[in-house]
Each structure stands twice: as structure tokens, then as C-alpha cells.
């Protein structure tokens, strides 16, 4: 943050300009390529505090460099080098990483150097293993008048019952995993997270008045009227009894107005918020002022707003006890000053926790939680809904595990990382979160199994532990760590999930009348989590999707929800490329996912964040082979001891396992010490997984041949795990995020790279399947060292199918441009052909081909499949459900724009949302699709009505509650949601084409699907009471022109001539023309030509066919058929 007056002259590793930044901010954009650096990472070339001093020098920098031209001669000079060198597969590997060391390979020194001094760092750091990366922190802009206020919410203090069945709604909440015992370490964070929510409020307020404007170039006099607002005068000089609090308060207010107007006007982040923002009120404020600032400040402002954010805080015991109690207590008072203005609800780690209260702190606990000393008033409570059997069965559990000394021990260790599938002994005792040996295992789980916690399944070999129904209750009172927390905590911790199943939504009755709880955040709970990575030194570099001690109580999201949301994407076993607009950058970019296994049907998934090619494989190599996928996934039962369960077992092919994997698979650093034992081979790829990933923390002190070798490597060893997990019988998907993608196809020397890792990885990916074995595509057809070529094992091309299979597939989600995308990677794939062998090519020498499809994940055909698949998944077979194409042609309307179909991710979301099908009359029909899109957040609706012109995130809050009720919603509701000068200005536009209908005095309803669409099942308005134009001026049937004319009389009955002398009222212009006629006439009718197109015209197929990058030639007279290619498309 700013407040610094110390200047630092820092310059950039992209494009070497040179700028100056204040020493104290966080972060810094450069002027002129706007990459967003932490400041402390970059190259500081000088520093000081007279300005003069650092211009002048800045002057004598840029004086000495070479001629300007000399940057651009060095570009040019890299193309044409790797372009010659790119034909050698070592240099193209290389030439993925290291630039410099190329041009100096090849004598262009002088370049090399050049590039050396503005290089960019791309150095990524490891996890715990040494993956250490300097890399710009993403921050996100925000704009105040684009956050939703929360709504409806009570300020003060209560407690979250240690079992809620997730009734407690904490979409909208700043959540803490530990509320600190010391005042002055949590305030100032806290504030920092509550900035967003206070400028918006200061924004709606300044909106709400007649005498302000935020346009306002002198912001004193916003400041001086919120001052009146808070009764703080230039008389006010001490509030209760501190002389500094009303001179801290009034400096709070006007740099707080002042940065409000300023993130409205610019592209601001939180980072840049003066310090006085979040230290007001704390003792280390401006003058130091104490709670009474904070009181007169914030909690004020917050409270004559009429703005009630939500906190949810964890007490951790571990943090509490052993602090002063007098500590305590100032913490517990900032909390009580706080409640003036906040929903405080917290969740207690412990028994012994809410314990700690009661006896040291009476009073406060006694005033705000109604503690008392009985253990029994922390029994888990169940809702009405809840049968008695799970009431009782939920209350028998909590108190076991209260009552049992337990926490961390065995017996939870156990039961908290017992999936849903069981495990076996051997697979308990090799899982990391265990920490037991199996002669240990054995014991715990006999005391469990006398205990009635598990049960032992002996109709598998080996057998399984299994959790009986108690365990199963007992195990959600469990972390994966086994330690003891209520399962409220544990809803806001991240650790992996045992359960597969979806999120049960609510019912339609069941959601409230008056709609406002329907008007959710601007993000998905799915990308809410994976965003929020957490701290990667405390919690690892790689997470599970969820958390394996779930028990039965419902969260946010489920993990199993969250991976099926995912994979909805993949499309094909190739490449599908996704254009999501939403999408977040995560906290740390260093982290990854890992998710799937048995219990997820043998689908596995990763998610990780484009880097640079070194990075990603750094993290992929990480997430595959670490420990927790071992202990998770790649079990020893799921192997074998003697691994002689790849394939499907010995029997599967004419050679022996041992060598299908070693000489046709080419599975890495398998000697004769490793091809027959699990343990040894497991050890093995893990030292050589954390000898790599060191390797990379140390990329810049290494050597040409070293840099080589260590890329080499490390795509060998993605290589060898992909082929591990087909062997083993999954199907694996590497979810790659890039949310940067516009910035990174506008530098062609990283997207250079970015393409090179499809071209010298991904293509690598595959094997093809024969009687003989297993066999490397790569090694089939573009190996060239002949002592590789020699130790093949022999094999042969079936002519009726010479096709290979990707171990892996691929979904790459951009931000933007996924046409381009697709076309460049596709391009990329196809140059790998480039490398095949000369006499495969010729036909002297058979090989398979590797087909590679990419295909568009937004396209009315991937919204089609997705709306279908889970459709019977939730029971909606062909006779349950209406017509698909009306039903995707809804959900493009709805979330779609004339530049890019929906996002699957929200598609699935919506599909996620909806009830399963339970009674015969039950339909998937156009109305109940509407509410699963009513659960998106609410600048996902309607984007068409945007395009070329700022979303109108109040004019989506009250198509999202209009949706979301099954009750007529009142103009005030709508009011609610936004603000009296919104409904004016936007319920017209919706109503304009009868989106919106009133149903009788104030009150309205809306639909996705409007009568006058083709499909629709009516021919007039849904509702008696909606006087529709469009119904008045079609004759019989509605046409597109009478829906045009119809929503151009709403919006200004008195439509104005064209200054051609176009009449637009005369019926022979409404009935003799084309739309963009109509447009030229009425620009405000542009905003519905993207739905009037998809309603009537419906949706381009342009998805047809997919693109196929093909490597390799097939032998001679068997080139691969339609239905083999076919195949390759859709991924069957």
C-alpha cells in the first residue's frame, strides 16, 4: 500500500522499460506492456527521495543502452534461430526454455547478451521440493458500483452449531480459518477485506443523492457530507474520551471517498488503498487512535448505510489457550464493537475452545453466545427436515467423539481418509495422512471394527475397511489430519472429500418468498474455491478437490460436484479449448488440484495455472507423482505389489508386463530393481520427481546441456506418469487454466512457448495398443537415437486400426479469443508431424498415427451434450425432458453472446442446480432450467444485452431474483437488489421485450423463453395482466419485426425519423426490411439482436466437425476409416 515517500526506479524483464514506484507498494504495473509485478521481485536500479535525482538518472540509463532498433533486431534474430533449430527435438525442447542459450549455441552472442539484460524471469520455484517461481502477483481490479451490497443480515455476534446441514449461507462472507487472539493482527486484514463492500456502499449512497455525483472533482465535499452522516463535525473534538479518534475518522472518510471516486474512474486493486484504510481504530493508525476511531469509523459508516456484511470466524484452540487473558479480552472487545455493524458468526475448533470462554470470559459469552457450563448445550442440532434416525444417529457420534480422547490419533486418522470405497489395509497404511505402519493399521481398525465403526468386506482380494453408518457420522466430526472439529469448521478448510455425490438443491418451495437471499456474489462457489489457494507453505502445493472427512454434512459445494462441473468441459480425448470470461487467477499460482480416483468412477483430474512450459511441468510432475497422489490414487492395491495389475493384468498381452512396460510403454527409471515391486518403483519416481523439481529451483545456474537434459527429463517423467495412469486404468484429465490469455497472445514470445509445450508435450502424450503390448507413440514414430530404437519391443500395425490413444486429454480455459486458440493449437499439434520419421513417412517403416482433435468447449454442441448428460444423470430420460435444441438454445440466450457460447463450467453449474427427477409428472422443461441458471451469479445472465457497452450488474442482480422466485417479485424487492434509479432506468429494457411480464399492480415475473418465440407453447403473453405492444401489432403469427417494433415503442413511444427521411412508423418499413435496416434506424434495438437471432434463427453449428492435428502416416492401404476418425472426435 502507498503512504511511503521513499521512490524506487524499477524496471520491467518484458519489455526493459524503466519507471518509478513507491518503495511501500505491494504491487506495480508496468506503463507500457501493463504486466503487474511485486514490486520487491523486481530489478531496482536505483532509489531515493528527490525525484529530480532518479529522472536523471533514469535519463543516463536509457542514454546508454543500444539503439532502440536493437530490441526488434534481436526479436527477429531469435525467430530466425528458432526456426532453424526448431527441427532438432533437443533444441526444441531447449528452445522452450532459454532463448539466450540458443542464440549463444548458435554464435549470435551479441543478441544473447541483449536479451540477457532485460530477461525474463521464468525461473519457477518448487513446492517443499525447491519449485520456488518469481512471478508477477494477479490482481484483480474491481469497480465499486459492480459489488452487491449484502442484504437482510441482523449485525451482532452468535455461534454456528457444530452441525448446521449446511442451512448456514456463507456464499457472501469474509471467512477467517482462525480468528487471532491478538487484536492487531486480524483488524487490519479484515478491514483490507471489507474495502470492496464499503466502497461500494459509499458509492450507492453518493448515486443515491441529488446533490452528489461521483464525477465529483473535489471529493471534500463527498467527504464533508458522509462526515454529517456520521455526526462528526469540525466541533467534534473527542469521542468517548479519545482526543485522536474524530481527526483519525476524518482522515478515514476522505481518503476512503477519495479512493471510492478513483475505483470508479480507473482500474484500481485493493493493493492500491492507502494504509489508513485498514489501520483505522487499531493503535497504529494515523495518530494511533484506538477502538473508538474504529467504532466512529467503519462500523459507523457501515451502520447508518444500512450495510451489514457477513463474517464467519474460526477460534482455533491451539492459537487461544496459553494467550494472556487480558489478550483475549481486547480481542473480544474489538469483536463486540465490531457486531455494531456486522453478522459475526463463529465456529469453535474445539469443545475445550468453547470452554475456554465460559470460564475466563462469563460475561461476554453469556451476552452474546448464551454459553453456559453444560457440555450438552454443544450437542449438534438437526433441522425439521432432518428424520429422527439422522437426528439420532448424528448426536450419538458427537458424543463418542467428544467423549473419546481421540483427536489426531489413530482411530480419526483412520476414519477421516476412509473414502467412500474403502481401502485396503495395505492402501491405510501407505497414505501419507495416515502416518501408520500396516502392523499399526491392523490394530486400530480391529478396536474399530469391535467398536462398530467399520466393517471388514471380504468379497474383495485383498479386503477392504469400510465405514459403517455411525463411522461414517463419527468421520464427520474428523479432518483428514484426525483431529476433532465441528463440521461447520471444517466447511470453511480445504482437505479431499470421500463422497462422489452431487449438491442436493433446495426446493422450489423452499426458497424464499421475498427472493433477496437469491442475489449471490459475482463468483462460483467452484471458482471461489479454486482461486482461494490458501498458503502453499502451510498447506502443500497440492490439494485434493474438497475433503476426504466430509461425513454427511452438506458444504458450499461438494467435491464430487466440483469435478463433474470440471470435466463437463472435456469433450473429446484431445484438446478442448474454453473461453470463460470469469475466469480467476489463483492466489498463488504455485498450487495445483488433484481430484478423482475409484469412488469418481476411475476419472482422474488436475487442475493447475499456465506458468511457462518449465513451470507447468514442474507442477504437473508434482501434482501426479507426489505423495498424496500415491497415497490417494495410485495405490498399491490399484497397482499391485508387484505392479501385475497394469493393463488389466498378465494375461492381457503376448509379452511379459515387465517388459510392455519398460521396452514398448517406455515407462522411465524402471530397472530389473523397480519392473516388479511397487514400493521400489514408487520410491523411485519420487526421488527422481524431488531430484527434478530441485533441478528447477537452481534453472538459472545451470548450463546450456544441463538446462537441455533437465527439460528433457522432467517431459519424460509427465510421460512416464501419464502412461502409469493409463496402465492403471484411469482416465486422466490435465485442466489447464490461462486467465492472462489476452496478454499472453499479445507477447509472441511467450505464446511462442505456450504453443511449443503443445507441440514438444502434449503430443508426446500416447500409445498405441496391440497384441504385443503397450507402445510409446513417440517412440514408434519420431525417436532417432538408435540405441532407443533398438530396445523396442516388436510390434504390429492392426491395418484396420492404426490409430493411437492419448494417455492424456487436455481442456485449456482462456479468457478470451478461444477461436484463435483452438486454430493455433491445432496448428502447433499438426507441426509435430514435422519430426516423424522419414521412413515412416515413406512407408518403408509401419507405425500408428496419432490423431490429436481439438475441439471448442462453448459451442451449442458442448452446451447440448452437457445440458443431456446431466440431464440423466438426474433421472430426466428422452420422454422427461422437452426438446434438446430448445433447451440449449435457452441457455444460450440466457448466458451466451454473439462472439462466444456459454461457458461449460456455468452450464454445468446451472445442470448441477436443478432437483433430480422423483415424481412421474416431473419435466426438465424450459422453466425449471431457468431456476438452475438463476443459481449462477448474476453477471453471468443476459451478457448479450451488453455487448459494446459496460454490463449493468443491477439490471442482471433483477433478472437473477426475478428468476431465482416462484412467486411474483415486487418493484420494491427489485428496489432491494439494487437501487430506485436502477429499476427505472433497466426494468424498461427488459420489458421491452417481454422478458419480463407484470403479473398485476408492481409486480412482475420474467422468463428466458418469452411467448412470442417460436418454441414457446402459447401465442400470447403468460400473464392477463401484461399489456404487451408486440402482442398488439403481430398479425398471427410473431415475427422478428413485430418483436423489434414492439420492444421499440416501449422503450420511446415517440420514435423519432430517421434524418433520411426513414419513416420508422410506417408499416412498410417494418414489413419490407432486414435487421440491420432496422438497427440503422433504432441503435437501441442492437442490444436483442443476438437473442431475436438465437429465438428465431436459432444457434450456428459451427462445431460440426472438429479439428484433428494428425502425426504420422499410416501404413500403406490402412488409412484409418471415417468411423475411426469419427471416434476420434467425439472421444468414444
Known sequence: MSGHHTIW????????????????????????????????????????????????????ILASRSDPRARDQYRATVDDALADYDSLEDAAQSSLIDEAAVLRHIGADDAADLLSANDESTTSSSSSSGMEELESEHTNSFDPLGIPLPVAADSGISRIPPEQDGQTDLSTTVVYRGLQPQMRRWIPSLLEDLLPTLTAAVAQWIVDQDTLTLEDANTEIIATALLDKLDIDPGTVEIDGDRQAPVEVRAWVRDLVAFTVRAVEEDVTINDAPESLTRVGTGRGLLNAGRAALRAGPVALLDVLEVTPQVAATLNEGEWVGTRKETRARSLGALDSLSDALDIQLVFSTPRMESLLVEDHPDWTSRHLSLTEDADTSRPSRTDTDSDEDAALASQAWDIIRNREWSGTGYTRILGNLSAAGATRGDLAADDDVGLSEGSIYAYVQELVDAGFVTI????????????????????????????????????????????????????????????????????????????????????????????SGGDVPREIEPGTLHHQLQSARRTEGVTVVEDTNLGEFDDGRVSYLSGGPSFDDDVAVVLEWGNPLATLARLVDSLLGSRAWSKILRRSRLGSELENLWGGADAFDAALADVAKFAAQMGWMSSGEENNYHSYRDRLEGVRCSLLEEVGKFDELEYDERSALTSKLIGLFTTATALYDAAGYDLTVHLRVPDATQLRRDDGRYGRFLGFFRSVVAKQGVYRGPEGVHSIYRMQRERREEKLKSRLGYEIDPGDPRADLTCSWVVAVDDASDDVVDDVEAALTAEDDRVRDRIHDGTEDAAVMDVPVRRGNSVAATREIVEAFAIKKGFGAGARQDLDRLANVVHAALGTSTRGPSPFDVAAAMQALESWDRVDDELSVSALATGIAALPANRLLPSLFEGERPKLAMQKMVKLLLASDTPVSRQELVDVSSENSVDRYLQRLRALD??????????????????????????????????????????????????????????????????????????????????????????????????????????????????????????????????????????
Open 457 to 548: 468386506d471380504d468379497t474383495t482380494t485383498p479386503s477392504k475397511v469400510v465405514l459403517t453408518e455411525l463411522g461414517a457420522s463419527l468421520a464427520g466430526y474428523v479432518d483428514s489430519s484426525g483431529a476433532v472439529q465441528s463440521p461447520v469448521q471444517a466447511s470453511l478448510t480445504q482437505s479431499p472429500n470421500r463422497d462422489t455425490r452431487e449438491c442436493i438443491p433446495q426446493n422450489r418451495h423452499d426458497r424464499p418468498g421475498d427472493g433477496l437471499a437469491a442475489v449471490g456474489p459475482r463468483t462460483t462457489a467452484a471458482e471461489a474455491f479454486l482461486v482461494d489457494t490458501g498458503d502453499a507453505e502451510e498447506d502443500g502445493y497440492t490439494r485434493f478437490l474438497g475433503r476426504y
Open 995 to 1132: 422478458i419480463v411480464e407484470r403479473v398485476g399492480r408492481g409486480e412482475y415475473r420474467a422468463y428466458l423463453e418469452p411467448w412470442w418465440t417460436p418454441a414457446s407453447d402459447t401465442d400470447e403473453p403468460y400473464n392477463d395482466d401484461h399489456e404487451s405492444t408486440i402482442e398488439e401489432v403481430s398479425l398471427d403469427t410473431v415475427q422478428w419485426r413485430d418483436v423489434l417494433y414492439g420492444a421499440a415503442d416501449r422503450l420511446d413511444p415517440d420514435l423519432p425519423e430517421d434524418v433520411d427521411a426513414v419513416n420508422v412508423h410506417d408499416p412498410v418499413f417494418w414489413t419490407d426490411t432486414d435487421f440491420e435496416t432496422v438497427i440503422e434506424a433504432v441503435p437501441g434495438l442492437a442490444q436483442y439482436e443476438y437473442l431475436l437471432r438465437v429465438y428465431f434463427e436459432g444457434v450456428d453449428e459451427d462445431d460440426a466437425e472438429a479439428a484433428v492435428a494428425r502425426i504420422g502416416s499410416p501404413p500403406p492401404g490402412a488409412e484409418p476409416g471415417q468411423q475411426t476418425l469419427s471416434a476420434a472426435v467425439s472421444g468414444d
Open 9 to 60: 526506479l524499477v524496471g520491467c524483464s518484458h519489455c526493459s522499460e524503466l519507471w518509478f514506484t513507491a518503495a511501500g507498494r505491494k504491487t506495480t504495473d508496468c506503463p507500457r506492456c501493463r504486466t503487474t509485478y511485486r514490486t520487491r521481485t523486481l530489478r531496482k536500479f536505483a532509489e531515493g527521495t528527490d525525484r529530480d535525482a532518479l529522472v536523471e538518472k533514469r535519463t543516463q
